[in-house]
């Protein structure tokens, strides 16, 4: 039985910093991380395949998915649990840092779109069509809880990406992606989520 489709799931993190906003995918890839080296290297990997092997590979380059059962040391999990603990969170930098966040159902309709239609040795940009500041996310959290988050600032690390915002447009045109979900209804839903799950010691 022939393979249909093979879809890799790859990052933002293999743009970098010094690319144009939006990003798109025929940007250079600039990785400041190991992690977005090791995305760009297997993408490539997988492009080769299909060049030499006919093996029919597709790539998404998913921007910052959050939601519920998202892992316990992601970001948005750890903000809105200490705010339903009442605890500080820490904040990297100066919070005016931007991101593209993508929920998880608009991922996953990605990922299915990409394993049904998506062009053998292309990549797609899969993120949530809005450019948001980790400030603008810590409200959002506070009027979700009713509360505001309790924040310590530190300074940023090396190998985070300052901005991200994705260009969407390849992915709209060739799957029929369009992100349906904004940031404040997926951060709603992921706060509903954490609230109803038990903490285990």
Known sequence: RSLHRFVYASSS???GDNVSMPMREDALPQ???PYGV??????QLGYLYFVNHALPATALRYFTVYGPRQRPDMAFHR???AS???TPITLYGDGEQTRDFTYVADAVSATIAAGERGVPG???????GSRVSMNRVIEIIGDVAGRPLKVRCEPAQKGDMR???ADTSLARSDLGFTPSVTLE???EAEYRWLSSVPIRA
């Open 122 to 128: 292309r990549a797609y940009n899969v993120g949530g």
């Open 79 to 81: 903000f809105i649990r």
């Open 31 to 33: 990785p400041v991380s």
């Open 185 to 187: 209804q997926g951060i």
């Open 163 to 165: 901005d991200t915002y």
């Open 84 to 86: 339903l603990d009442g």
């Open 38 to 43: 090791t995305k760009l290297a297997a993408e």
């Open 13 to 15: 993190s293999l743009y």
